[in-house]
């Protein structure tokens, strides 16, 4: 908050005096920057917060019965004063509100987390025989509103297909070997025909879940109201309210709010996303074996030099909520760990995305900064800064670099590598996918392609996706051979 340089009251000394320090409380409490209230005008009334764009409703009303150039309404500036008093107090109560659920939750994955060390995750197949099994599932999320994604969600579809189609090859290979299972869970709006539609027409299946732990791989639709709908409605939560704006929220809440089947392993992804041939020879909960903890690879929120100030700001914000002092920095944007954990560690992530945006970046840079403040303090990473916090929360954090978010790009060898789960990236190297809408590849031989490396993976299956009916895609499932 920069004043003017002269003070505020020279910036107004033709207001009352009261009046000065109503409206300087009133932009304090509902949010305002004094950057606003700083410029020189010779009439007061332009000063009044009633005057800011879209004043609430009760500022309005004020402004319309003050004038300021008269004695008179001492009466009503003194309204304001208590008026801008009580919103203050409101907010207040707001904030240690959230701060004490942010460490409630904190707590709460504490225990999860120290519970998990003592205990067996996945164990047999539930039919009496003794055989290894993890049944894991990978989580997507895909809004009514969002159909433009559909050819985004079918790269990770057909490269689920890919490991769906190898894991039952295997277990009928090996009857008596380690059995890996692993599910696709679409969260979407199950009220919205068409969509419903469009990913059963792919595949997927509605209304089911997982039963048990003998079940073949399967893609399951997840009943999921985006905040943003959900902040419509007259019940809305004030979750729901505070975020509303922000799209990347619900990409994160599925995992938050999931009460489905007990899994093993849980991986929240986004949707331009491939998972790479490793993944289905990989028992994932043996990568890391102790402790049992959250498992992510490497993303890129925290530039090196001293004039950037990430690394001071999330730390300060962890003092302020009563976390852990983050020690692993460039946390990626992919993670997944066993379930309990994973959603208790989601859920801790959303109330701290609701933290910053609410407290932590102001109402230029949600609306209006654009990248401006990349990459010092930046409004359009906030989830990563929340997942900075959240899993530096945990005792211990386990990061490896090219595990998950591995680049789309280059001739770097998959098979074998340890790499699990592939990214898109920006820009217009191999694969890329603003290339892909640009029609790059549309006379793409994908047989001309090395599907060993993870730019030949990556094209020849989003090409392949692209040109498959859904009806074709739908059989690979049905009809694996």
Known sequence: ILPHRGGPSRAMSGCPQPMVAGILLIAAAAGLSLVHLSVSHTNCTQFHPANAPNPP???????????????????????????????????ATKRNNLKQQIRTLADAQTTVYQALQVETIGGGEG????????????????????????????????????????????????????????????????????MVSALVDLGCE?????????????????????????????????????????????SINILAEFEGFPYDFVLRSD????????????????????????LLGEGYYIVDGEQYQTVAHLMYVARRLGLRTPTVNNLGTTWGGPLRLARITAQLQVQIIRWLDLYEFTAF????????????????????????????????????????????TGKA?????????????????????????AGAYKKLDPATLDRTTAGGFATHVAVEASRLAPSELKAMIDNPS
Not at 148 to 176: A, G, H, Y
Request: charged share 25%; net charge neutral; aromatic share 8%.
């Open 365 to 408: 840079d949600r609306c209006c900064a654009g990248t401006s403040g990349w990459p010092n303090w930046h409004w359009g990473v906030l989830t990563l800064y929340a997942g900075h916090l959240a899993m530096n929360n945990l005792p211990h954090v386990h990061r490896r670099r090219g595990i998950f978010d591995h680049a789309t």
């Open 271 to 294: 949707l331009d996303t491939f998972l790479a041939p490793d993944w289905s020879i990989t028992r994932i909960l043996d990568i890391f074996p102790a402790p049992k903890s959250v």
């Open 206 to 250: 509605t209304p089911r879940a997982r039963r048990s732990r003998v079940e073949p791989p399967t893609c399951y639709l997840e009943h999921y109201v985006r905040l943003p709908t959900r902040a419509t409605l007259p019940n809305a939560t004030e979750l729901a309210r505070d975020l509303r704006h922000y799209n990347y929220i619900d």
């Open 413 to 437: 060898q998959l098979v074998g590598s340890g790499v699990l789960h592939l990214h898109v990236l920006h820009g217009n190297m191999t694969f890329s996918k603003s290339e892909f809408a």
């Open 57 to 91: 409703l009760w500022l309005r009303n004020a402004g319309s019965q003050v004038n300021p150039n008269s004695a008179a309404p001492i009466r009503h500036q003194t309204r304001t004063v208590a008026a801008s008093a009580l919103l203050a107090h409101a907010d």
């Open 127 to 194: 039919d009496g025989r003794e055989v290894e099994t993890e049944v894991r599932a990978v989580m997507v999320e895909l809004g009514a509103d969002r159909s433009k994604f559909l050819t985004e969600f079918k790269w990770i579809l057909r490269s689920w297909i890919n490991v769906r189609n190898d894991e039952m090859r295997r277990r009928e290979e090996s009857p008596d070997g380690p059995i890996l299972l692993t599910d696709l869970i679409v969260f979407t709006d199950l009220g919205h025909v068409d």
